[in-house]
């Protein structure tokens, strides 16, 4: 038997409900009921401190009035027109703002934008665009694509084969792939603030996978930056530069994964402006329309574009799309998105913010349980020790504290991730904090 959480509201059977345990939520649900700013309304009228940015995607706040009157002008004009072989003008607006704040500014050159409906489909767009264009350019038996152990790249099929999450993979086939280590070492690295000192070397992992499996059959390797899902796993000073060093020589593109790092997430506009390392390809979603309508976007470099419009000019160059490839009203929030951002400064807001938000989180040190902290941007990982036998049940405890206290974070594993909106305000930051570090004082 089913329990409804109030009377007068729905059964919770018909709703499969998605990364979640549905036996153990619809005993005990959690439901939200409104957003606005930084808070949540539960079903029974709680205020709820979002300490999460919905999922790691409401970076200008919740209920932006310009968007909502964006998606509403849109949805009245023209709600929806096909994308294949038709287009309408505020997809070719969208892509031309987007471009001219690409990752890694004009000289990166990554300003072909393609259109997707979420990170999963950006990630296997940026996959069969990367075999796509290795083909083109006479490099046919490029097809594997080398990942990283602990790399979230969304559901598909190809995001699952270079992700590295086991749960996500027990089950399902894959495509070809391997993986590099991840860069999570807390042996060396525990509680350091921002960038790790040690695991560069970690990066040439890549060049062990060529010698084994032979550069002329991969053709490309793709990382988060940050992985955020896994638990705010950051790479260490120098580790990027490696890859892309090793990727390059090899003749190997280099994708990075930016769906939860892009639009602000660690304090520069993307995380490729922050690490100065320019990929070939930066998969995008989530913070791209607030997370008011679905879509993401893949940006490639103009040569990468470029090699493939090639043939017949009536062929299509790219067999590849989706019915809501640049949906008409997501580009509406999009657009909006974009112009809440400017004005309020918020892609570079996470920077100003970032050494406040680190003292804070690293301040929780020496609390029970806690093993190590992790920052960058507005992006804390707090690891706790597993309980012996339950690994994340004691994660999940702070989490559902946090939440019966008014603020809302993500149990990942034993990590607690933190990732809140890029509006937030000092007090807010240490609200968060206080209600994290009392309910790892109540926790066994
Ligand atoms: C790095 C990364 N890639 C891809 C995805 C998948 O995005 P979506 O859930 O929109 O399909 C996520 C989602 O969290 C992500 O963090």
């Given at each position: 038997?089913?329990?409804?959480?109030?009377?007068?509201?729905?059964t919770?059977?018909?709703?499969?409900m998605?990364?979640?345990?549905?036996?153990?939520?619809?005993?005990?649900?959690?439901?939200?009921?409104?957003?606005?700013?930084?808070?949540?309304?539960?079903?029974?009228?709680?205020?709820?401190?979002?300490?999460?940015?919905?999922?790691?995607?409401?970076?200008?706040g919740?209920g932006r009035?310009?968007?909502?009157?964006?998606?509403?002008?849109?949805?009245?004009?023209?709600?929806?027109?096909?994308?294949?072989?038709?287009?309408?003008?505020?997809?070719?607006?969208?892509?031309?703002?987007?471009?001219?704040?690409?990752?890694?500014?004009?000289?990166a050159?990554?300003?072909?934008?393609?259109?997707?409906g979420?990170?999963?489909?950006?990630?296997?767009t940026?996959?069969?665009?990367?075999?796509?264009?290795q083909?083109?350019?006479?490099?046919?038996?490029?097809?594997?694509?080398i990942?990283?152990?602990k790399?979230y790249?969304?559901v598909?099929?190809?995001g699952?084969?270079?992700?590295?999450?086991?749960?996500?993979?027990?089950?399902?086939?894959?495509?070809?792939?391997?993986?590099?280590?991840?860069?999570?070492?807390?042996?060396?690295n525990?509680?350091?603030?921002?960038?790790?000192?040690?695991?560069?070397?970690?990066?040439?992992?890549?060049?062990?996978?060529?010698?084994?499996?032979?550069?002329?059959?991969?053709a490309a390797?793709?990382?988060?930056?940050?992985?955020?899902?896994?638990?705010v796993?950051l790479?260490?000073?120098?580790?990027?530069?490696?890859?892309?060093?090793?990727?390059?020589?090899?003749?190997?593109?280099?994708?990075?994964?930016e769906?939860?790092?892009?639009?602000?997430?660690?304090?520069?506009?993307?995380?490729?402006?922050?690490?100065?390392v320019v990929?070939?390809?930066?998969?995008?979603?989530?913070?791209?329309?607030?997370?008011?309508?679905?879509?993401?976007?893949?940006?490639?470099?103009?040569?990468?574009?470029?090699a493939?419009?090639?043939?017949?000019?009536?062929?299509?160059?790219?067999?590849?799309?989706?019915?809501?490839?640049?949906?008409?009203?997501?580009?509406?929030a999009?657009?909006?998105?974009?112009?809440?951002?400017?004005?309020?400064n918020?892609?570079?807001r996470?920077?100003?913010l970032a050494?406040?938000w680190?003292?804070?989180?690293?301040?929780?040190?020496?609390?029970?349980?806690?093993?190590?902290?992790?920052?960058?941007g507005?992006?804390?990982?707090?690891e706790?020790?597993?309980?012996?036998?339950a690994p994340?049940?004691?994660?999940?405890?702070?989490?559902?504290?946090?939440f019966?206290?008014?603020?809302?974070?993500?149990?990942?594993?034993?990590?607690?991730?933190i990732?809140?909106?890029?509006i937030i305000?000092?007090?807010?930051?240490?609200?968060i904090?206080?209600?994290?570090?009392?309910?790892?004082?109540?926790?066994a």
């Amino acid at each position: 038997m089913m329990t409804a959480a109030k009377p007068n509201t729905p059964t919770l059977e018909n709703y499969w409900m998605p990364f979640t345990a549905n036996r153990q939520f619809k005993a005990a649900p959690r439901l939200l009921a409104a957003a606005d700013g930084m808070y949540y309304t539960t079903d029974d009228g709680r205020r709820v401190l979002d300490g999460t940015a919905g999922l790691w995607c409401v970076n200008a706040g919740h209920g932006r009035r310009r968007i909502a009157e964006a998606v509403e002008r849109q949805l009245s004009t023209m709600d929806y027109a096909p994308c294949f072989n038709m287009g309408h003008p505020i997809a070719f607006d969208f892509a031309e703002k987007l471009a001219a704040i690409a990752p890694g500014g004009p000289e990166a050159q990554l300003d072909r934008v393609f259109f997707t409906g979420s990170g999963s489909e950006s990630v296997e767009t940026a996959l069969k665009i990367a075999i796509a264009y290795q083909r083109a350019i006479g490099q046919g038996t490029r097809t594997r694509i080398i990942g990283r152990e602990k790399a979230y790249h969304g559901v598909g099929f190809g995001g699952i084969s270079v992700g590295g999450l086991v749960n996500n993979r027990r089950v399902f086939p894959q495509i070809p792939a391997d993986h590099m280590r991840h860069t999570l070492d807390i042996s060396r690295n525990a509680f350091t603030k921002g960038l790790p000192e040690h695991g560069a070397e970690l990066a040439d992992d890549l060049e062990r996978l060529v010698a084994l499996h032979g550069a002329e059959t991969i053709a490309a390797v793709i990382v988060e930056p940050m992985s955020g899902s896994a638990g705010v796993i950051l790479p260490a000073k120098g580790y990027l530069e490696r890859l892309r060093e090793i990727a390059t020589r090899h003749g190997i593109l280099l994708i990075f994964d930016e769906v939860i790092t892009g639009f602000g997430r660690v304090g520069t506009p993307f995380a490729t402006d922050y690490f100065g390392v320019v990929p070939d390809i930066v998969t995008t979603a989530k913070g791209i329309t607030n997370g008011t309508i679905p879509m993401g976007a893949v940006f490639t470099k103009r040569a990468v574009h470029d090699a493939l419009m090639t043939g017949p000019e009536n062929a299509i160059e790219l067999f590849h799309g989706y019915t809501y490839s640049g949906h008409p009203v997501a580009c509406a929030a999009g657009l909006a998105t974009l112009e809440v951002y400017a004005e309020e400064n918020l892609l570079t807001r996470g920077g100003a913010l970032a050494e406040t938000w680190q003292e804070t989180m690293h301040a929780l040190k020496g609390l029970p349980h806690i093993i190590d902290i992790r920052n960058i941007g507005l992006v804390a990982g707090i690891e706790l020790e597993p309980r012996p036998g339950a690994p994340g049940a004691r994660a999940y405890e702070v989490f559902l504290d946090c939440f019966a206290k008014g603020v809302l974070i993500r149990a990942t594993g034993d990590v607690l991730a933190i990732s809140p909106p890029l509006i937030i305000e000092p007090a807010q930051i240490t609200e968060i904090a206080d209600r994290v570090a009392e309910a790892l004082r109540r926790v066994a």
